[in-house]
């Protein structure tokens, strides 16, 4: 994707549990449209806490957050 011409994408290493994915994008999402245009340079930082929030908050295990990624800027 990064070859079409994004600046960053985030994406799993392997398949993931259908519970984890739509907390971390529901998480990843409201930070990035936290202004009126989305800042796709808060992607990792975005990814970063919404990771931390998943294994704080719903005590998952290892395998739950860890194929989660960010490439990019």
Same mark, same amino acid.
């Given at each position: 994707? =990064?070859?079409?011409?994004?600046?960053?994408?985030?994406?799993? =290493?392997?398949?993931? %549990?259908?519970?984890?994915?739509?907390?971390?994008?529901? @998480?990843?999402? +409201?930070?990035?449209? !936290? !202004?009126?245009r989305?800042?796709?340079? +808060?992607?990792?930082?975005? @990814?970063?806490?919404?990771? %931390? %929030? @998943?294994?704080? !908050?719903?005590?998952?295990?290892?395998?739950?957050?860890?194929?989660? @990624?960010? =490439?990019?800027l």
């Open positions: 994707m =990064m070859a079409a011409g994004y600046r960053s994408i985030i994406a799993t =290493m392997w398949s993931i %549990k259908d519970s984890s994915a739509p907390f971390i994008a529901d @998480l990843v999402y +409201q930070k990035l449209f !936290e !202004e009126e989305p800042d796709y340079r +808060q992607a990792a930082y975005a @990814l970063h806490n919404a990771v %931390k %929030k @998943l294994r704080t !908050e719903r005590g998952r295990t290892y395998m739950d957050w860890v194929p989660f @990624l960010h =490439m990019g």
